[in-house]
């Protein structure tokens, strides 16, 4: 059924056109044969930085004037007290790179890549740097995937994709040693000046890890490594050749080089007669000569570009620093590695505190009265689920959905689902939509209660008065566990990190094309049918709460975790007596906990388990403790009525 819907919505990469007029194409910089950089803008008046354009990265970050390390002191730092455009947030991530590290600030601006300007940017302003001693550029210019972002970013390529500022989704790098030949990177599409005949296209392994496949690596005819085939990763960052330790000693071996320190050299006099090294991918011989893999230090001592890891897995794995193929035009991209956020960490340090000081950002300062609010109403199922109603398609094909924190994908049934939970529901049929569009990303991901598998494919979606186009969504082509539920989809409010079709979920979407007044959303949820209940986006209507809202840090960006204190029944602590994490999770009906301390709690509120489940007696209910959860000094007390839930009539 996959393949029918692919068939009968094929999208070829030879239709794309690269000659087209909208096309923009920006020069960079050859730094030694090492990297290669360009320059952007950031600000309210523009600000000048030169970056790494790096497929291996999903961030933009340069450095901040509140950054004292030696290596910001050396470079432009960015003056956000100059920028008027300049907007601040209270999030922190940090990224570890092959040669060094960042701790950064999120923020937004205005940033101009040649003639493309991405207004409201999202990206870091670097407080700590290390590692970048004697790096000739300022900051780094990601353009991987969303789904590797610490900081949960959307990369400028994608947010200039989407808000249709290139005419194809498509960027291109050409790298060149001849200063006067130039190299440049294009959005847009591939300039034809710069190839001849056909380029050569290669399948990525998988959606959302930029992966290809690797036939072999040669030398002299003969196979070297990746013998069997294997994974390989192309990096616009990086200025080596990474690949298991044993085939790079044996590649040094081949070629005469001797270890220095952490270098391998070999004779200057000797590189022209060094044989090349042939790349094989998707059947195409990539050849990189002697010149190309051998690179010169500041002594003008002439090492090696390869570099040895330790394999952790059977699968054999390289890092191809696409700056050694020189004049070949790279249309892939792959990302390094992704790290954690360090919130933690930079709370603690006084650079921070000076800079938060400085724009202060007080969420009482939200309007919550604004005009620019969407009130959305919520159905409650039995108490177990809180659903609404969305509208996909033109004209519009309506869906109920539950509003979910605990994941970040959007989903509906498609028509080509037959699964036994697809027949009972509302199903998209894509063919009645004018302004549908179909990818061939696949994905899938599994909840507590269930699985589906699908594939990504792009319409309007509507949430009340809110208009998202052409976003991002997936079409369930497989459904398990769902029978019997009466919704038809999720609607994933979590942050875009987590997303397991690397789509943008449609709250960040809203959020940055401005159709929300604040990034905020919130959630009112009453047992009582009359009360109703809603979700809110863009602020908070006074009239659901009364008296301060109470604000609750998360522990990082990223994911809908708090802190919580401790878990108490009258008066007692029951649970979490160090201090535990937290899930904020409106998809479930459910609290769930570590056993033995669930265990315990069934105990004390006196439940009997029968089947899978605990039950009280029905007449017990107004008799039973609260429990109460402290969150950040504030205590949340849950009645029975709350935690007691009726299944057919039992409690």
């Given amino acids: 059924m996959l393949n029918n819907f692919v068939k009968e919505h094929a999208y070829r990469l030879s239709q794309i056109s690269f000659r087209g007029s909208n096309l923009t194409i920006h020069p960079l910089r050859n730094i030694r044969d090492f990297f290669y950089v360009g320059n952007i803008t950031v600000g309210t008046p523009p600000q000048e930085f030169q970056v790494i354009f790096d497929t291996g990265s999903s961030e933009l970050w340069v450095p901040s004037i509140f950054c004292n390390s030696s290596t910001c002191s050396k470079h432009n730092r960015f003056r956000h007290l100059e920028s008027s455009t300049f907007r601040l947030s209270r999030r922190t991530f940090s990224i570890t790179y092959g040669s ?44 991987s995937y969303t789904n590797i972002s610490p900081s949960g970013a959307i990369p400028i390529f994608y947010k200039l994709k989407n808000e249709g500022a290139i005419s194809e989704p498509v960027f291109a790098f050409y790298l060149s040693k001849d200063e006067r030949e130039g190299s440049v990177v294009m959005f847009g599409g591939a300039d034809h000046r710069y190839y001849k005949g056909e380029l050569n296209w290669i399948p990525l392994m998988k959606a959302g890890d930029w992966s290809v496949h690797m036939d072999r690596i040669s030398m002299k005819r003969k196979v070297i490594a990746c013998s069997g085939g294997c994974k ?6 990086s200025s080596c050749i990474v690949g298991p330790s044993t085939l790079v000693n044996n590649i040094w071996k081949l070629i005469g080089a001797t270890p220095q320190g952490s270098e391998h050299y070999v004779s200057c006099s000797a590189v022209n007669s060094l044989p090349s090294i042939i790349f094989t991918i998707k059947s195409n011989n990539y050849r990189v000569p002697g010149q190309a893999y051998i690179l010169k230090d500041s002594r003008g001592r002439c090492f090696t ?246 604000w609750v840090p998360l522990i990082e960006a990223g994911d809908w975790i708090v802190h919580m204190d401790c878990i108490s029944m009258r008066r007692k602590v029951i649970a979490c007596s160090g201090g ?35 039950y009280v007696s029905c007449s017990a209910v107004d008799t039973l403790p609260s429990i109460t959860f402290t969150i950040n000094g504030i205590n949340y007390r849950v009645p029975a009525r709350a935690y007691i839930l009726k299944v057919r009539g039992k409690y």
Avoid at 116 to 123: A, C, G, I, N, P
Avoid at 127 to 135: A, D, H, T, W
Avoid at 232 to 237: C, E, K, R
Avoid at 493 to 504: D, E, Q, R
């Fill in 232 to 237: 390989a990763l192309v990096d616009t960052g």
């Fill in 580 to 614: 535990c994490e937290a899930v904020v999770d409106t998809g479930v009906s459910m609290i769930k906990g570590p056993k033995t301390l669930v265990d315990n709690i069934q105990k004390l509120i006196g439940a009997t388990l029968r089947g899978f489940k605990h």
């Fill in 100 to 143: 060094g590290r960042i701790e950064a600030l999120v923020v937004h601006d205005t940033v101009r890549i040649g003639d493309l300007v991405s207004t409201d940017q999202q990206f870091g302003l670097c407080l700590e740097e290390s590692g970048f001693e004697g790096m000739r550029f300022d900051g780094v210019l990601g353009l």
């Fill in 305 to 550: 570009a390869f570099k040895g890891h330790q394999q952790s897995s059977s699968t054999e794995m390289w890092i191809l620093a696409s700056s050694l193929f020189f004049c070949q035009m790279l249309g892939e991209r792959i990302p390094l590695r992704r790290v954690k956020t360090m919130t933690k960490t930079l709370s603690g340090k006084n650079m921070l505190n000076n800079f938060l000081k400085e724009h202060a950002y007080r969420l009482s300062q939200i309007s919550f009265h604004g005009s620019n609010l969407t009130i959305h109403p919520l159905r409650n199922i039995r108490d177990l689920f809180y659903m609404g109603n969305i509208t996909i398609g033109t004209p519009p094909q309506e869906f109920l959905v539950v509003f979910d924190t605990g994941s970040s994908d959007l989903w509906v049934p498609s028509d080509f689902c037959t699964s036994p939970a697809c027949s009972k529901h509302f199903r998209f049929r894509h063919l009645q939509s004018s302004t549908f569009r179909l990818t061939n990303k696949t994905f899938s991901i599994e909840y507590g209660s269930g699985t589906m598998e699908g594939i990504v494919a792009h319409d309007t979606v509507r949430i009340g008065d809110l208009v998202s186009t052409d976003q991002p969504f997936g079409l369930s082509m497989t459904e398990s566990g769902f029978e019997g539920i009466p919704f038809d989809g999720v609607l994933g409010l979590n942050y875009p990190n987590i997303s397991f079709s690397g789509a943008i979920p449609i709250f960040d979407k809203l959020k940055n094309q401005g159709a929300i007044s604040e990034p905020v959303f919130a959630f009112y949820l009453s047992k009582d049918e009359q009360e109703g209940s809603v979700v809110m986006f863009g602020g908070v209507d006074h009239r659901y709460y009364k008296g301060e809202l109470k």
